[in-house]
């Protein structure tokens, strides 16, 4: 008997099954495992998709905490930047207040030789106006 069973196909089996024990026609027999199979297929079916929106929502929840996450890194970085650009316009401030006070300085030391050689200039001028004006004196009386 078991070498008739092994050499058996499957279906050739389901049918002698069906045939010795159930007592039912093939297509009844297909009709019932049919209503079955499509039975067991949608309660598959609906406890994959009952699995699957228990996966969604913890998608979900893991998509919130990494949109806070990011807002936070957002804002972290926004504070970063901002510090950054107040401490580098400080020092840009101070530097050039340095040069201000600097360029001030050398204008003022500028302007008082500049007023120094212009009255230079002016005794000069002055002062060899009138060695013309003698020379011309002399010149006259020769």
Request: aromatic share 6%; with cysteine; hydrophobic share 40%.
């Amino acid at each position: 008997m078991a070498y008739l069973v092994k050499s058996l196909k499957t279906w050739d089996m389901v049918n002698l099954i069906r045939q010795c024990i159930v007592g039912i026609s093939k297509e009844e027999f297909e009709q019932k495992l049919a209503r079955k199979s499509l039975r067991e297929t949608l309660s598959a079916v609906e406890e994959r998709v009952g699995q699957l929106e228990g996966s969604m929502e913890d998608i979900k929840e893991a998509l919130d905490g990494v949109e806070g996450r990011i807002d936070n890194w957002k804002e972290q970085s926004r504070d970063y930047v901002k510090m950054s650009l107040d401490s580098t316009m400080d020092q840009v401030n101070e530097l050039f207040n340095s040069h201000k006070d600097k360029m001030s300085k050398w204008y003022d030391a500028l302007a008082a030789m500049m007023m120094a050689l212009k009255e230079e200039t002016m005794a000069t001028t002055l002062a060899l106006s009138k060695r013309i004006e003698e020379l011309e004196g002399e010149l006259a009386s020769c």
